[in-house]
């Protein structure tokens, strides 16, 4: 059975950084399309990063250059690294795997078969 717990949001200030982890069970990260997926206060869902299997990894505009996604094969954990954080990065985020694994790195947040419950990242002054 396919998990995913996701760990590490909290509070920050404008300019502040945070880590998010997901523990993944039931499946193997490193063989996997793999993705973080947000939703804002009153919004849908936002594609924000992604890795496929053969470690290649995408970012959405708004975050490229601050955030950073990575995966430890051997915990069987994905990662994001959030730098230089900004108001509008306030939401859930969510892990996510993809039903297939391939080349292409989906940016559609409904085309994620597995989800997590989401960790709350806050940030405001």
């Known amino acids: 059975e396919v998990e995913l717990v996701e760990s590490g949001g909290g509070w920050v200030q404008p300019g502040g950084s945070l880590r998010l982890s997901c523990a993944a069970s039931g499946f193997f990260v490193g063989d996997s399309n793999m993705a973080w997926i947000r939703q804002a206060p009153g919004k849908g869902l936002e594609w924000v990063s992604g890795v496929n299997s053969g470690a290649n990894t995408r970012y959405a505009n708004s975050v490229a250059g601050r955030f950073r996604i990575s995966r430890d094969n051997a915990k069987n954990i994905l990662s994001l690294q959030m730098n230089n954080l900004k108001s509008e990065d306030t939401g859930i985020y969510y892990c996510?795997?993809?039903?297939?694994?391939?080349?292409?790195?989906?940016?559609?947040?409904?085309?994620?078969?597995?989800r997590g419950q989401g960790t709350q990242v806050t940030v405001s002054s």
């Open positions: 996510a795997k993809h039903e297939r694994r391939s080349g292409l790195i989906s940016t559609s947040p409904e085309s994620y078969t597995y």
